[in-house]
Every structure is written in C-alpha cells, then in structure tokens.
C-alpha cells in the first residue's frame, strides 16, 4: 500500500513538470520577440489600446456639429417675446437704461474690422446689413461677426430695389443672402433691410413668407453723401436717442473714421450699443415676420 502511494506521488509530479514544459512550448507564457526584446503579451495589448483609439472619435464627433451651428455665444438666449420671431439676445443688458442700434449696410468691407474692433472696446455690439456679392471674399469677417455676438442680416444679394422686381425675384434677392449664411455658417438670418428703404405691401408680404422681418432707420447719418467723419459724428449726437436705429454705411472709410468718436460717446452718454434683435426684443418686447421697424420704444 504505502509503496503504491508513493509511485502514484511521483507520477502525479512528473505530470505536472510535463504540463509546465508543454505551456511554455507553446506559448502559453510570455515569450520575448527576438527583434524588439518585447514580450508578445504586451504587443497584444498595445494592439488593443490603438482599436480603443480609434473607436473614440467616432463615438464623439456625432452631436458636435449641431451645437456649432446653433453658436449661441455664453449669456445669449433665444427668445420670443409677443412676436413670432425667435430672437437671439444678450442675457445681461438693461432694459431700464437707454439702447441703440448702430446698423452698418452694403459690406463687409476693408474697414468692417476696425470698427468691430471699436465696438468690442466698448462692449457694443452692431448689425451689418450685408449684401450677398460681399460675402465669398469676406469669410474672416463674417466669422467675426458670428463669433463677438454682432447680428447679420440680409441686404439682398445684389442691392436689389425690390420695389421694382417681381415678388418672386424680390423674395430670391432677399432669400439668396439667408440661405448662404445658413449652408456655409449654420447661421439664421432673421432681418432684411430693403435696398434704399424701398419697401411696399408686396415686399412685406415677401418678408412674411420668409419668415423675417423689414428694418428700416430712424437715424440717417447721410454717410454715404457726406463722406465726411465730422458730419457722420455730428449726425448721430443731434438725432441719438433711446430706442433709435441709426444708418451707416461701413464700405466708406469716412465712416468707420467717424466711429472713433460716435461709439465712445453714445457710451459716455450710457447708450448700450446692441443690435436690432436685442432692441426689438428689449424696447419692443419682440418681433413678428413681415412687419416693418424704423426705431422702438421712445
Ligand atoms: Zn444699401
């Protein structure tokens, strides 16, 4: 008995080392590459780590595009107001102290920059009535301007007077401008400013169907006649006041000359420079497509 104990001893253990041995033949362990000196197991792993990031990428680049388009800026908000049209706001304005909106039409130009550069001293933020055949060339400015909070709206692709085109190429003429801002910055347009403030009820009816609404002035600075920076300054003290939209014109280099004195006094007087939304929805607690705004509140 004790004798057969121990021969079964043994030939459990000469069974153990001849599985060991079989493992390691195989494999089984880690086993050095001959090139790299790296343990195969390793190569695995690192294997594993490139799959993993590869895979990541795809996992988040599906919802980043959508919340690029919107581009609210931080303290915007989308409101309506007693209007149909959804405005895009500053959240941290006054409604209580004075607004005003300094509009800027037919660019973007060589001088839009600078004056961007002047609002931004002063927290001011404007609206550009921009016309279609401008925009291919002027991507750094448009960009600009979505990205410090200015509005852009449609001027029209080719500074049509749409009183004296048909309803249908008055809509395109408007709509060519809205359509190009969304497809190539994911941008809404909500306002149009008709060409030479050439309106009538067909082109309101044009305005209804897209969808904006028609900003006129209740400012003209006469920039484009003067071409004089002095009397665009002195055109803007005498008419200033709470609620009004003030015309420019920012292809004039008299003009953006002007805004080195305009934009530091409206401050001074405590005008909160904001663009035609803000005023719409801040003074005129919103707007509605198709109707017409020359100045709000009083
Ligand atoms: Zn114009």
């Not at 990428?57 to 931080?74: C, H, Q, S, W």
């Not at 009816?205 to 920076?229: H, K």
Request: net charge negative.
């Amino acid at each position: 008995m004790r004798c057969k104990t121990v021969k079964s001893l043994i030939r459990g253990a000469a069974l153990l080392v001849l599985l060991a041995l079989v493992l390691s033949a195989c494999g089984g362990g880690r086993k050095a590459d001959p090139d790299t000196g790296e343990e195969s197991g390793e190569v695995r792993e690192e294997v594993l780590f490139t799959e993993k990031e590869v895979a990541l990428p795809e996992y988040t680049a599906e919802p980043e595009p959508e919340e690029e388009a919107v581009r609210i800026l931080d303290g915007q908000e989308k409101v309506k107001g007693k209007g149909d049209l959804s405005l895009s706001v500053r959240s941290n304005l006054d409604p209580k102290k004075p607004m005003i909106a300094l509009t800027f039409d037919d660019g973007p130009s060589a001088y839009t920059m600078d004056i961007m550069a002047l609002l931004e001293k002063y927290d001011g933020r404007a609206t550009f009535f921009v016309v279609g055949e401008m925009l291919e060339k002027k991507a750094e400015e448009l960009r600009h301007m979505i990205d410090k909070g200015h509005e852009i709206a449609s001027h029209t692709w080719s500074h049509t007077n749409l009183r004296k085109v048909s309803k249908e190429d008055g809509k395109k003429a408007m709509n060519s401008v809205i359509v190009y801002m969304k497809e190539n910055y994911g941008y809404d347009v909500k306002l149009c400013r008709p060409p030479y403030g050439a309106s009538n009820k067909t082109v309101k009816e044009e305005a209804a169907e897209l969808g904006i609404a028609l900003v006129i002035w209740s400012v003209d600075t006469l920039d484009w006649s003067t071409r004089n920076a002095e009397a665009t300054f002195k055109a803007v003290k005498k008419e200033a006041k709470d609620g009004a939209i003030i015309l420019c014109h920012d292809i004039h280099k008299p003009t953006a000359e002007s805004m080195k004195k305009v934009i530091p006094w409206l401050h001074e007087k405590g005008y909160q420079l904001v663009t035609v939304q803000e005023l719409l929805y801040y003074k005129n607690n919103g707007a509605s497509a198709g109707k017409t705004y020359y100045s709000v509140g009083d």
